[in-house]
């Protein structure tokens, strides 16, 4: 015979006598309004899923969050590394930029310019290879002295 009891909470649970199948069925066909996924609450008779309201909400909870998981996800985690790369790069280029003396708030930066390229010029680089390079450097100082898109 099937039985309920408080600690199921309402399920209907078989004893351990033999239950005859007619016996058996009706308890089933009882029980037959019961939400399918809990088993504690009757399923609305205009409810689409099949469960009860407390179900078919936790359900769709479910359902969106199971959809947009691998979304949120992706994003996270494409935004963490994008951060925390962008946020390494500048310290990295600010540490190796860090001058040993700051220049004073009214300095010319064609000044500095002019100085380095100076000091470039005294190495007295006679080799092709390093004349190459030596015009490279200079290159780049005059840029960083001229300043962007100036």
Do not use: F, N
């Not at 351990?16 to 199948?21: K, P």
């Not at 399918?36 to 409810?47: G, N, T």
């Amino acid at each position: 015979m099937a039985t309920t009891t408080p600690a199921t909470h309402g399920r209907v649970t078989l004893s351990s006598s033999l239950v005859a199948r007619s016996d058996l069925r009706t308890d089933l066909t009882a029980s037959a309004d019961l939400c399918p996924r809990c088993a504690l609450d009757e399923v609305p008779i205009d409810s689409r899923s099949g469960w009860c309201a407390a179900c078919d909400a936790e359900a769709r909870v479910e359902r969106y969050a199971a959809a947009r998981k691998a979304e949120v996800e992706a994003r996270s985690l494409a935004w963490l590394q994008r951060w925390d790369r962008e946020r390494q790069r500048t310290h990295r280029l600010r540490a190796k930029l860090k001058p040993r003396e700051v220049a004073s708030v009214g300095t010319d930066p064609l000044q500095l310019g002019y100085e380095a390229l100076t000091l470039v010029r005294r190495l007295g680089l006679r080799s092709q290879e390093r004349l190459g390079i030596a015009e490279q450097l200079c290159d780049l100082i005059r840029v960083l002295a001229w300043g962007p898109g100036s």
